[in-house]
């Protein structure tokens, strides 16, 4: 391959100048913002989300919708896990996915669905076993073949109708993605207006270190318009994506 | 990608002459630039946003050096691998290299513009690696055995019947008719070769310095299932690709959207930020960023086609095209079609033999206005000329003696008024005789080719100057 340095020389060529060791970003990018400055925004931001949570919740609603979300608005966890096993009754799904999140262990799905008679998995190995490539095998083939995938989300985006994932311990790439229907359950607190404040958030994670190894922003069911300019809808993604609001 | 652009006037022929390419076409402008306007006119500060995309793009390129320096880095921090390519041949061996020592079968891929470009596809399959493209459009053009007609939609000029074809000879099964049944087929096999890959291949939409990440943005899920799946990513990045921070993809993300497909975001956007974390249930092992440059220090180092590289390769600009909506994707004989593929595609694989390229444009300006970043394309397509014309490399050069000729002698004619008025005594000498009320359908060579579509106005019988100077003189 070609040699960085070579690469890079040539490139400050081109430029007419010499490689630049330290540049001042131009205020338009953000990287003119110090870290301080950042944690700071990143501060406001979070604080004008929990205390415009129930607007938010709503604005989320509106948005999801007209990005073809199936949205359930229900007051509490209890309500959450009915509205969940509705989806998949009405789906006459045989089996789900389960991520392990913090908020499904708030929403009773687990226990609803198996008293419904329905296969449930979780979506990743046992808790305190060492990753193996007969785990991850494992963890795909039940993606691929299960009827339902649920999450929790890590944000909600109103502006845009998105729900963000963070793929971690517990959260498989491919619950959200691999069967053909999508529960998310958010709650209140979650919700970000908009883009800008996800990725401001996101940046300050990684400053402090806490900036994960990737991150899905999920905006509606997976469509494609290929084939004459049809939309269709499901194409390697849900065909069917819901959102449970609790609050 | 093999370089046909000396076919413009050809293909464009073709097309022009092609009900069923004329027809699908429509859709261009249907579904994508009429779209794209309403889009632009409902987001709060549309403007704000392109100018501000506008000036982190210039201020990147402008110090590319020390950006992409910072983004190696920092993939190199998380423990991805960067590669670096000089042309596509070292970028494809490098691929298919990976892929042989990694003991790779099958290699999925999702949309990328920069693979087209380093013919991968071939170099996988004469290695006996079967390429998968999983993008369903990249998928109908791969099963055709055809290269992309349009950069956002790549099989729009293929007709739902010939797909159907397509899709029953390669499933077995019977011939579907609408596009939902036609779509489940093709989810079944790529579902069995997600599955079966051991690498990814993507393209990369933005790469981000300070984090050392790459952003994809899908539809359809193929970026999502190839950076999931698999336990090899590659992510090939065009040289230009790179923005400073993780802060500036909103801006980014609400003007490549909303210019490409008129939403207010795809359905998913994939961050990656490296390899798979040690907790982590799923994920790729490993992670290769590949920057390719391909000729495009060319267009790096002409200050005056320099902005190009700030395309974010929305497609607004072909949907926007009164000669792409007419010619379609295939005349422009290359990856890059339309206005941005005029100025890119003939540079960066030969301006001499895409010498047609810039002169397939009216130089209307709709590009211009709609380029999500504000690229001046019709200027550069001015300045091509130019050095195709009259360029300080000789070699480039390619109009011929008769045009040069004429315009020698057209300069000389219109720098003195002596010359000028006998010229045009001579031209109202030879042309009056043979005009009707003015105008003429016949110009002799080398003028011809204006008169063979439309008529030429003979200049008046009397110059204004003489009929001046008889009102002044009869006054």
Redesign the interface.
């Known amino acids: 391959?070609?040699?960085?340095n070579a690469?890079?020389?040539?490139?400050?060529d081109?430029?007419g100048k010499k490689?630049?060791?330290r540049?001042q970003?131009?205020v338009?990018?953000?990287?003119a913002?110090t870290r301080e400055q950042?944690s700071a925004r990143a501060d406001r931001m979070r604080k004008e989300a929990r205390d415009n949570a129930p607007a938010l919740l709503g604005a989320l609603q509106e948005g999801a919708t007209?990005?073809g979300w199936v949205v359930h608005r229900v007051p509490s966890p209890e309500d959450a896990a009915d509205a969940v096993i509705d989806i998949c009754q009405r789906s006459a799904a045989r089996s789900v996915l389960l991520a392990r999140m913090e908020a499904l262990s708030r929403v009773p799905v687990e226990k609803t669905l198996k008293a419904a008679g329905i296969d449930v998995t979780v979506?990743?190995?046992p808790e305190g076993e060492a990753?193996s490539?007969e785990?991850?095998l494992a963890?795909?083939r039940a993606a691929?073949t299960a009827d339902v995938g649920i999450t929790g989300v890590d944000y909600a985006v109103a502006?845009?109708?998105?729900v963000v994932l963070h793929?971690?311990?517990?959260?498989?790439?491919?619950v959200s993605?691999a069967p053909p229907r999508h529960i998310a359950i958010i709650e209140k607190g979650q919700v970000l207006p908009?883009?800008?404040e996800?990725?401001?958030l996101?940046?300050e994670a990684?400053h402090a270190g806490r900036?994960?190894?990737?991150?899905?922003?999920?905006?509606?069911?997976?469509?494609?318009?290929?084939?004459?300019?049809?939309i269709?809808q499901?194409?390697?993604?849900p065909v069917e994506v819901h959102m449970v609001l609790i609050g | 990608m093999e370089v046909k652009t000396r076919a413009f006037k050809g293909k464009a022929n073709e097309t022009l002459a092609d009900p069923v390419l004329q027809k699908s076409l429509e859709n261009v402008y249907s579904g994508f630039h009429l779209r794209r306007i309403q889009a632009g006119g409902a987001t709060p500060g549309w403007d704000e946003q392109r100018d501000r995309a506008r000036a982190i793009k210039a201020h990147t390129i402008a110090n590319l050096d020390y950006y992409l320096d910072m983004l190696v880095r920092n993939v190199e921090a998380k423990g991805g691998k960067v590669h670096f390519a000089d042309d596509g041949k070292e970028a494809a061996r490098f691929v298919v290299d990976l892929a042989r020592s990694r003991g790779v079968k099958t290699v999925i891929k999702s949309k990328s513009m920069v693979s087209e470009e380093i013919g991968l596809n071939d170099l996988l399959e004469a290695e006996s690696i079967e390429p998968v493209e999983t993008d369903l459009g990249e998928y109908i053009i791969q099963l055709a055995r055809e290269t992309p007609y349009h950069i956002i939609a790549p099989a729009i000029h293929k007709t739902p019947e010939q797909v159907a074809e397509l899709l029953a000879a390669k499933s077995g099964g019977p011939k579907k008719t609408t596009a939902k049944e036609m779509t489940a087929v093709a989810r079944t096999l790529l579902r069995d070769a997600f599955q079966r890959a051991d690498m990814g291949v993507t393209g990369v939409n933005f790469a981000v310095a300070e984090t050392g990440s790459i952003t994809l943005v899908t539809n359809e899920g193929n970026g999502r299932m190839c950076t999931s799946a698999p336990r090899i990513h590659v992510a090939l990045m065009g040289m230009e690709k790179v923005v400073p921070s993780m802060a500036d993809l909103s801006a980014f993300l609400r003007i490549l959207i909303r210019s490409a497909t008129g939403q207010r975001i795809s359905a998913y956007v994939s961050v990656v930020n490296g390899p798979r974390a040690a907790g982590d249930e799923d994920g790729p092992e490993e992670f290769h960023l590949v920057i390719v440059d391909n000729n495009r220090s060319r267009l790096l180092k002409d200050a005056a086609l320099r902005e190009s590289l700030y395309c974010i390769r929305c497609g607004a600009c072909m949907n926007a095209c009164p000669v792409y909506r007419k010619v379609g994707g295939h005349s422009y004989g290359w990856v890059y079609p339309g206005p941005i593929g005029a100025v890119v595609s003939p540079v960066m694989s030969g301006l001499k033999e895409g010498k047609a390229l810039p002169f397939a444009s009216s130089l209307c300006g709709a590009c211009r206005e709609v380029c999500p970043v504000r690229i001046d394309i019709p200027s550069m397509l001015l300045h091509l000329r130019s050095e195709l014309a009259e360029g300080a490399d000789r070699s480039q050069r390619s109009a011929g003696v008769v045009d040069r000729a004429s315009f020698r002698l057209w300069r000389f004619g219109m720098s003195g008024r002596g010359r000028f008025d006998l010229g045009a005594r001579l031209v109202r000498f030879v042309l009056w005789p043979l005009s009707r009320r003015g105008w003429t359908g016949w110009l002799p060579f080398p003028l011809g080719g204006w008169t063979s579509t439309r008529r030429f106005k003979v200049p008046a019988g009397r110059s204004f100057v003489a009929r001046w100077r008889n009102r002044q003189g009869g006054a």
């Open positions: 391959m070609t040699d960085r690469f890079l020389e040539k490139i400050a081109h430029l490689r630049d060791r540049v970003p131009d338009s990018t953000h990287l913002e950042a007209a990005q979506a990743a190995r990753y490539e785990a991850r963890v795909r691929f502006e845009t109708g998105t793929p971690r311990g517990g959260v498989s790439r491919l993605l908009s883009l800008d996800l990725f401001a996101e940046r990684f900036l994960t190894s990737s991150y899905n922003l999920i905006s509606g069911p997976s469509r494609t318009g290929d084939i004459g300019a049809t269709v499901g194409v390697h993604g």
